[in-house]
């Protein structure tokens, strides 16, 4: 199943991605972190698929926080990836939250 869930426990983020491997599909997830979810301190993350092409992942702090995926310009595209992030917030918990809820 391919898609990204976003969840706060206390004050502890998760960010998993699994399986998004067209462009359309990444630029789906990518975008403003929700007020609530942001980081502290900017984050990244630089992980392969399983041809070895590198991605690398990145969310921004504070007000300006939005999430990011950076590929060698000399990558033609992406097999399936999946990998997570994980990291603190000082936001206070959101009124609402965003998106729906996850169900297994």
């Given at each position: 199943?391919?898609?990204?869930?976003?969840?706060?426990?206390?004050?502890?983020?998760?960010?998993?991605?699994?399986?998004?491997?067209?462009r359309?599909?990444?630029?789906?997830?990518?975008?403003?972190?929700?007020?609530?979810?942001?980081?502290?301190?900017?984050?990244?993350?630089v992980?392969?698929?399983?041809?070895?092409?590198?991605?690398?992942?990145?969310?921004?702090?504070?007000?300006?926080?939005?999430?990011?995926?950076?590929?060698?310009?000399?990558?033609?595209?992406?097999?399936?990836?999946?990998?997570?992030?994980?990291?603190?917030t000082?936001?206070?918990?959101?009124a609402?939250?965003?998106?729906?809820e996850?169900?297994?």
């Amino acid at each position: 199943m391919d898609g990204a869930v976003l969840r706060r426990v206390g004050n502890t983020v998760e960010l998993s991605i699994t399986g998004l491997r067209s462009r359309k599909r990444l630029r789906a997830v990518l975008g403003k972190v929700p007020e609530g979810f942001r980081p502290s301190h900017h984050q990244s993350l630089v992980t392969s698929d399983d041809e070895f092409h590198h991605v690398r992942f990145e969310v921004g702090a504070k007000r300006a926080a939005s999430i990011a995926v950076r590929q060698p310009t000399s990558a033609d595209g992406l097999a399936a990836v999946s990998t997570s992030m994980v990291w603190l917030t000082d936001d206070e918990w959101p009124a609402k939250l965003p998106g729906r809820e996850w169900k297994r």
